[in-house]
């Protein structure tokens, strides 16, 4: 689970920030839909930025990853991000540990999808009115993403904004369903289809 951040700040990330509440429920739902034997895990970065060059937060998810191999070898990672934590989550996705992505609202600024393996699910979801970051530059990277060959699926919810507050309960089982579909099978197989959110 890789929280949001900024694109750039040197101050520590605390267990308040928004960004890392944010993951706790999309946690919760997880651990409620997998059950005792999947480990979910979240990220707190160090410093809450990007920071370019130094890419402080993807040094602090990937020490997390390497922990999780060494506790569990041969067991496949499914990474989880919001935000600045899709961007961290596809820098990381070339691990042959990690077998899924599912980013949630991403910030890919740089064509960031087109570092997605073919061997690596890929799930998107995002709101179509999100002024935060860009709906319609995730779902082309998406497609290009698909188009080399990952299974890739972009998912937009109609009028939602950035922080996953509208419907979150719908966000986060098109998370845990996208995520325990990767685990439970190996060929990366789409989403089981979720009914819309009421109005």
């Not at 739902?29 to 059950?35: A, D, H, T, V």
């Not at 390497?66 to 899709?86: D, F, T, W, Y």
């Not at 540990?97 to 890919?108: K, T």
């Not at 845990?176 to 819309?196: G, H, M, N, S, Y």
């Amino acid at each position: 689970m890789l929280p949001g951040g900024k694109p750039e700040s040197t101050l520590r990330s605390r267990p308040w920030h928004a960004a890392n509440l944010r993951m706790v429920f999309v946690a919760r739902s997880l651990r409620r839909k997998l059950g005792r034997t999947v480990v979910v895990e979240r990220v707190r970065y160090r410093r809450r930025g990007w920071n370019k060059p130094t890419l402080d937060a993807v040094h602090d998810a990937k020490r997390a990853v390497e922990r999780a191999k060494a506790r569990c070898p041969n067991v496949p990672i499914v990474l989880v991000g919001h935000s600045m934590g899709g961007r961290v989550a596809v820098h990381l996705s070339t691990d042959p540990a990690v077998s899924a992505v599912a980013a949630l609202a991403p910030w890919w600024p740089d064509q960031d999808a087109d570092r997605v393996p073919e061997n690596c699910g890929l799930f998107v979801v995002h709101g179509t009115a999100d002024t935060w970051t860009d709906p319609i530059a995730s779902r082309t990277q998406v497609e290009a993403a698909h188009l080399r060959g990952v299974a890739a699926t972009w998912l937009g919810i109609d009028g939602a904004g950035h922080y996953m507050l509208s419907n979150p309960k719908y966000w986060h089982a098109l998370t845990a369903t996208f995520v325990a579909d990767q685990l439970e099978r190996r060929d990366r197989i789409k989403p089981t289809a979720l009914p819309p959110p009421r109005s």
